[in-house]
């Protein structure tokens, strides 16, 4: 067993341990996870049960809440960062410093989950809170060993680059946001809750604004980067092109030119505020539009590729056209009965500030999972019922970001009520799908343990040992 097979084993595991822990935690699996003495409720919950719904905020213990999100997220993030890496790993870094960079990317993605976890529900001890941020610096450290190792030889490497570049960025982006709490606490914690009643009420606040732009900057260059690595292992020849007109040299440099611009915008949102998120929008256009004509282009016969194809299509269906139509709409009715910041849109808005993020993480869960079952080893020929799934896996994935999309903006404009749980997008197409798409995670994950489980649990003190590959 190589290094490489066991590190995406390993992830594999701390992803289904993590969510899964997570996915007990919700309001419909209270019975469950009092029978295995988690607790019955959370300090600032959000989840109304005399109304099946979720407050905006549950005031009072609104600190609790707003530190267990960043907890969540960011643990969630370092797993896929990690599986990220790994392919990385695999493709462009051998011997000795692939040996390092897996490892150390294990030990930091650990540190990160398993002290975000006891912080959170094992008891606020800063020790932990520590330990958390000492994870994060170690993966940072990684990243810098990364960058000084990997030396990109053409285009769709400079484009890798670039955005390990920019996630680094991103990385100090939030040290100093993480940094600056501490001192502007209350300031912060304010403007966090005003922004989910009215964003426009938080805009003055730099630590909100410096907070938007890390979210917006880190999903999205993250998601560029698994994108890009996928197209790495479909494979595009150089004279690919699509129409004649695209080649992939042209696509390559738009898609450089989108990332780094969307990067840049985002990261001045912390600076002159909501004038920048104008060209977030465009620049996203642009580099979907790169990403999905590599995916035409890419090597015919792959499923990977029809992935990607249909990844792309979600994230102009589900994120970048709502994104430009919530714009457009924000402060003038056109394409809805009233200017989205409207206050009979407060619940929408909420749901949509939400849900945006969620879209983008999604994606990355996605993609990895398709990866994971596709390469190295292709699980998808080996055994045929995984081909199935996969395409049941896709199809729920579509279904699911157009679902998310009719609850956050299809409901017409009304007085606010809580988020409620009964809504029939999440009943009857969102719901349905994620239960599709878990399964495809149990039965991925069932695949790895018999694949490469046993065998690591046999050789791991050759692993510790042996050679990257």
Same mark, same amino acid.
């Given at each position: 067993?190589?290094?490489?097979?066991?590190?995406?084993?390993?992830?594999?595991?701390?992803?289904?341990?993590?969510?899964?822990?997570?996915?007990?935690?919700?309001?419909?699996?209270?019975?469950?996870?009092?029978?295995?003495?988690?607790?019955?409720?959370? &300090?600032?919950?959000?989840?109304?049960?005399?109304?099946?719904?979720?407050?905006?905020?549950?005031?009072?213990?609104?600190?609790?809440?707003?530190?267990?999100?960043?907890?969540?997220?960011? /643990?969630?993030? $370092?797993?896929?960062?990690?599986?990220?890496?790994?392919?990385?790993?695999?493709?462009?870094?051998?011997?000795?410093?692939?040996?390092?960079?897996?490892?150390? /990317?294990?030990?930091?993605?650990?540190?990160?989950?398993?002290?975000?976890?006891?912080?959170?529900?094992?008891?606020?001890?800063?020790?932990? !809170?520590?330990?958390?941020? *000492?994870?994060?610096?170690?993966?940072?450290?990684?990243?810098?060993?990364?960058? #000084?190792?990997?030396? &990109?030889?053409?285009?769709?490497?400079?484009?890798?680059?670039?955005?390990?570049?920019?996630?680094?960025?991103?990385?100090?982006?939030?040290?100093?946001?993480?940094?600056?709490?501490?001192?502007?606490?209350?300031?912060?914690?304010?403007?966090?809750?005003?922004?989910?009643?009215?964003?426009?009420?938080?805009?003055?606040?730099?630590?909100?604004?410096?907070?938007? /732009? !890390?979210? !917006?900057?880190?999903?999205?260059?993250?998601?560029?980067?698994?994108?890009?690595?996928?197209? /790495?292992?479909?494979?595009?020849?150089?004279? @690919?092109?699509?129409?004649?007109?695209?080649? @992939?040299?042209? #696509?390559?440099?738009?898609?450089?030119?989108?990332?780094?611009?969307? @990067?840049? *915008?985002?990261?001045?949102?912390?600076?002159?505020?909501?004038?920048?998120?104008?060209?977030?929008?465009?620049?996203?256009?642009?580099?979907?539009? %790169?990403?999905?004509?590599?995916? $035409?282009? @890419?090597?015919?016969?792959?499923?990977?590729?029809?992935?990607?194809?249909?990844?792309?299509?979600?994230?102009?269906?589900?994120?970048? #056209?709502?994104?430009?139509?919530?714009?457009?709409?924000?402060?003038? *009715?056109?394409?809805? +009965?009233?200017?989205?910041?409207? +206050?009979?849109?407060?619940? *929408?808005?909420? %749901?949509?500030?939400?849900?945006?993020?969620?879209?983008?993480?999604?994606?990355?869960?996605?993609?990895?999972?398709?990866?994971?079952?596709?390469?190295?080893?292709?699980?998808?020929?080996?055994?045929?019922?995984?081909?199935?799934?996969?395409?049941?896996?896709?199809?729920?994935?579509?279904? %699911?970001?157009?679902?998310?999309?009719?609850?956050?903006?299809?409901? =017409? &404009?009304?007085?606010?009520? +809580?988020? =409620?749980?009964?809504?029939?997008?999440?009943?009857?197409?969102?719901?349905?799908?994620?239960?599709?798409?878990? $399964?495809?995670?149990?039965?991925?994950?069932?695949?790895?343990?018999?694949?490469?489980?046993?065998?690591?649990?046999?050789?791991?003190?050759?692993?510790?040992?042996?050679?990257?590959?």
């Amino acid at each position: 067993m190589d290094r490489v097979r066991f590190h995406m084993f390993t992830v594999a595991t701390l992803f289904v341990l993590l969510v899964g822990f997570y996915i007990l935690l919700s309001p419909s699996l209270k019975d469950v996870r009092v029978a295995i003495g988690l607790p019955e409720k959370l &300090p600032g919950s959000r989840y109304n049960e005399d109304i099946n719904g979720v407050e905006i905020v549950n005031e009072g213990f609104d600190n609790f809440y707003l530190g267990r999100v960043a907890f969540v997220y960011h /643990s969630v993030f $370092i797993l896929f960062l990690y599986a990220s890496v790994t392919i990385f790993g695999a493709l462009y870094l051998r011997d000795q410093i692939q040996r390092i960079v897996l490892d150390l /990317s294990c030990i930091a993605a650990i540190i990160v989950a398993v002290s975000a976890v006891l912080y959170n529900y094992g008891g606020r001890d800063f020790f932990w !809170h520590g330990t958390f941020l *000492a994870g994060l610096s170690l993966f940072f450290f990684v990243g810098i060993l990364i960058l #000084l190792n990997f030396k &990109p030889k053409n285009l769709l490497e400079w484009n890798i680059w670039l955005s390990g570049v920019l996630l680094l960025i991103g990385g100090v982006w939030g040290a100093w946001l993480g940094a600056s709490f501490m001192h502007f606490r209350d300031e912060y914690i304010e403007a966090l809750i005003k922004s989910r009643f009215n964003p426009d009420l938080a805009e003055e606040n730099i630590f909100w604004r410096a907070l938007t /732009s !890390h979210e !917006h900057a880190m999903i999205a260059i993250a998601l560029t980067l698994v994108f890009l690595l996928a197209l /790495s292992i479909a494979g595009v020849e150089e004279d @690919a092109a699509f129409m004649k007109i695209f080649t @992939a040299k042209r #696509l390559y440099y738009l898609a450089l030119i989108g990332q780094l611009v969307m @990067a840049i *915008a985002a990261y001045a949102v912390t600076f002159v505020g909501k004038i920048a998120h104008l060209i977030i929008t465009p620049a996203a256009m642009l580099l979907i539009f %790169a990403t999905l004509l590599l995916s $035409i282009i @890419a090597k015919k016969d792959s499923f990977l590729r029809v992935a990607l194809i249909v990844g792309n299509v979600a994230m102009w269906v589900a994120v970048a #056209l709502p994104g430009a139509i919530v714009a457009i709409n924000l402060r003038k *009715a056109v394409f809805l +009965p009233l200017p989205f910041r409207d +206050p009979l849109y407060d619940w *929408a808005e909420l %749901a949509y500030n939400v849900g945006h993020w969620h879209l983008l993480l999604f994606s990355w869960g996605v993609i990895l999972l398709i990866i994971y079952t596709y390469w190295p080893e292709n699980f998808l020929e080996k055994y045929t019922y995984v081909k199935w799934i996969s395409w049941l896996v896709l199809i729920a994935y579509f279904v %699911a970001m157009v679902g998310t999309n009719l609850y956050m903006l299809a409901n =017409p &404009p009304m007085e606010y009520v +809580p988020n =409620p749980y009964d809504n029939v997008w999440v009943k009857f197409i969102m719901e349905p799908s994620l239960i599709v798409i878990t $399964i495809g995670v149990a039965i991925s994950y069932l695949i790895y343990l018999y694949e490469y489980g046993i065998t690591i649990l046999k050789s791991i003190p050759k692993i510790l040992k042996g050679s990257p590959q």
